[in-house]
C-alpha cells in the first residue's frame, strides 16, 4: 500500500486532502448523478454542486423518502466555541430536507467528546454548548420535529445505549480507526456516536435515517453501521452523505478551523467585518495587476469568494454560471467578485442572525426541542427507574 501524504480522521485533518482518495481508504461511495437527481426539486447547491461528494446506502434512503416514508436526519456538534459558516451547513442542509419531505431532525451535542479532545475546562465547553443550541435553533427548524440532545445533560437517555453497544468495541478496532485515543473518555465515545446515530431508530422504530457530515466524521458511522449490524436491534444501518470541508479563507482546502488563528467567517459576524475579512483575506484566483486580470483572467476553480458562492451562498445556477465565466474572461475583477461574495454572506447571516434575535430565552426554546417524556421512555424502556 502507498502511503497517502495526508490524514484524515476524526480528530485529525492534515496536508492535501485527495477526497476521492478518503473514500476509498473509508470504503464509501460516490454520490452519483442520478443520485443527485433524486433529491427534492427544487434542489439544493450543497447537494447538486457536490460539497456532499460521497456517501453509504443514499440509494436505500432516496427509495424511503421518496416513497413517503417517515425519514429521520441526524446532524450533531460537537460544541467548543463559536460556529463559524462551515460549521452550520449541514444543518442548513438538514432543514431543506425537513421542509421539503417532513424529515425529523434529531441533533446531538457531544459536548463529552470536545472535554475529551480538547483543553478546555468543562465550564468552557457548556457554555459553548448553549451558544452552539441557541446557533442552530436559529437555523429554523420545526420544533415538532426537531430534538436537540446534549450527552452530559440526557445522559439518562444516552448512556444506558453507549453501554449496550461499547461492549461491541474493542479497544484495538477504535485505535486502528481513530489513532490511539488520548483517555479513555475518546476510547469510550464511539459507543455515544453511535448512539447519536441510531436514537431516531431507537424511538420509533426502525425507518431510514441520514447523516450528513464531513467526511472527517466517517469513521463514527462506520462502527456504528458495524455494531448496528451485529446485534439484534431492529435497526438499519444509517445512511450517510459525506462533504468535503468548506472552504477557509486562505483557501488551502483543509478543513475551515475556528481553533487556529486563520481568519473565519463567524455566525455573528455583521456585514462590515465580513466585506473585511473576504476582502483581506479570500484566497484570490485573479492576476496580480488589473491589466494582467483584464487580459488573462481569473481562476474561479481556486478562488475563494467564488468558491463561497458556488457551495452555497448564491442559489441561482445561471448567475454562478455567469460569474465564473465572466471572471475566467477577465471581465470581473477580484473585488468585485469579493463584494458581490461578501454582500451574499452578509444577507444570509443577517436572517440568521435575525431568527436567533428572535428566540425566547434558552430554558423555553429548550423545552420545545427537548425530547418528550413518551420519547424517553420509548428510549429507556424498562431501566431500573
Ligand atoms: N463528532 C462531531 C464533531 O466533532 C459532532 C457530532 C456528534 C455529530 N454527534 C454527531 C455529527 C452525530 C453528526 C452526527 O463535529
Keep these: 500500500m502507498t502511503q497517502d501524504d495526508f490524514t484524515v480522521t476524526p480528530y485529525a485533518v492534515r496536508g492535501d486532502v485527495d477526497y476521492d482518495r478518503v473514500l476509498e481508504q473509508f470504503g464509501a461511495d460516490e454520490l452519483s448523478e442520478q443520485q443527485r437527481d433524486q433529491f427534492p426539486d427544487p434542489g439544493h447547491p450543497l447537494v447538486d454542486r457536490g460539497i456532499f461528494y460521497g ?5 436505500e434512503f432516496l427509495d424511503a423518502m421518496n416513497s413517503d416514508e417517515q425519514v429521520s436526519i441526524v446532524t450533531g456538534r460537537g460544541p467548543s466555541g463559536p460556529m463559524h459558516v462551515g460549521h452550520v451547513f449541514p444543518f ?6 425537513q421542509e421539503q419531505t417532513g424529515a425529523y431532525v434529531y441533533i446531538p451535542m457531544s459536548d463529552d467528546e470536545k472535554y475529551f479532545a480538547k483543553d478546555q475546562d468543562f465550564e468552557d465547553i457548556q457554555h459553548w454548548t448553549r451558544q452552539n443550541i441557541r446557533e442552530i435553533m436559529a437555523v429554523g427548524f420545526d420544533p415538532e420535529r426537531t430534538r436537540i440532545v446534549v450527552d452530559t445533560a440526557d445522559s439518562d437517555v444516552i448512556y444506558p445505549w453507549a453501554a449496550k453497544f461499547a461492549k461491541r468495541y474493542t479497544q484495538s478496532t477504535v485505535d486502528a480507526t481513530y489513532g490511539d485515543p488520548e483517555n479513555i473518555g475518546l476510547s469510550f465515545y464511539p459507543a455515544v456516536q453511535a448512539t447519536h446515530l441510531l436514537l431516531p431508530q431507537l424511538i ?19 462502527l456504528c453501521r458495524d455494531v448496528a449490524a451485529k446485534e439484534d436491534y431492529d435497526v438499519y444501518k444509517p445512511s450517510a452523505m459525506l462533504s468535503r470541508f468548506f472552504p477557509q479563507l ?4 483543509g478543513k ?15 456585514r462590515e467585518t465580513v466585506r473585511d475579512k473576504i476582502q483581506k483575506y479570500a484566497f484570490s484566483g485573479g492576476q496580480t495587476s488589473l491589466d494582467e486580470h483584464r487580459e488573462l483572467g481569473g481562476d474561479p476553480d481556486v478562488d475563494v469568494a467564488y468558491q463561497l458562492l458556488y457551495y452555497f451562498f448564491e442559489e441561482d445556477d445561471e448567475k454562478v454560471a455567469e460569474l465564473a465565466d465572466d471572471y475566467r474572461s ?7 467578485l469579493k463584494n458581490y461574495a461578501a454582500d451574499k454572506v452578509a444577507d444570509f ?4 442572525q435575525e431568527r436567533k434575535a428572535n428566540l425566547d430565552s434558552f430554558e423555553t426554546e429548550m423545552e420545545r426541542y427537548s425530547l418528550t417524556d413518551e420519547e424517553r421512555e420509548k428510549l429507556t ?5
Design 55 to 59: 456517501g453509504r446506502d443514499v440509494e
Design 92 to 97: 442548513y442542509l438538514a432543514k431543506y430536507l
Design 204 to 222: 420509533h422504530g426502525r425507518h431510514r435515517t441520514m447523516v450528513p457530515i464531513a467526511v472527517d466524521q466517517d469513521p463514527h458511522i462506520r
Design 250 to 253: 486562505k483557501g488551502d482546502g
Design 256 to 270: 475551515m478551523s475556528s481553533s487556529d488563528d486563520a481568519p473565519t467567517l463567524f455566525l455573528s459576524d455583521d
Design 330 to 336: 477577465g471581465d470581473l475583477l477580484t473585488g468585485d
Design 349 to 352: 447571516l443577517e436572517a440568521h
Design 381 to 385: 424502556g424498562d431501566l431500573l427507574y
